[in-house]
Nanobody, 116 residues
Framework: QVQLVESGGGLVQPGGSLRLSCAAS????????MHWYRQAPGKQRELVAA???????NYTDSVKGRFTISRDNAKNTVHLQMNSLKPEDTAVYYC??????????WGQGTQVTVST
């Protein structure tokens, strides 16, 4: 059974930092594009960042310059370093692994709360 497990969420102050991790098992991790999505209360799920099997990255405009996605294929792990956090970053963050459209896996999510 494919498993993605997120960790690292929590409560931080505006301007603070948090590092999320996602550990994958039972997939050939290195060939998957990895993504971080988030869903805030009252909003649709949105793609935050992605990193391809070759290491190319993409970010949604609202997090460019603040968030960094990275992967460690030897450890089957993807990270999201979040700096300069804002209250509007508050959401449940989900790890996603995708090889082709329609074939993808999701973690259970980790809560990030940015509060004054």
């Amino acid at each position: 059974q494919v498993q993605l497990v997120e960790s690292g969420g929590g409560l931080v102050q505006p301007g603070g930092s948090l590092r999320l991790s996602c550990a994958a098992s039972r997939i050939i991790f290195s060939i998957y594009t990895m993504h971080w999505y988030r869903q805030a209360p009252g909003k649709q799920r949105e793609l935050v960042a992605a990193i391809s099997s070759g290491g190319s990255t993409n970010y949604t405009d609202s997090v460019k310059g603040r968030f960094t996605i990275s992967r460690d294929n030897a450890k089957n792990t993807v990270h999201l370093q979040m700096n300069s956090l804002k209250p509007e970053d508050t959401a449940v963050y989900y790890c996603n692994a995708r090889r082709i459209p329609g074939l993808n896996y999701w973690g259970q999510g980790t809560q990030v709360t940015v509060s004054t």
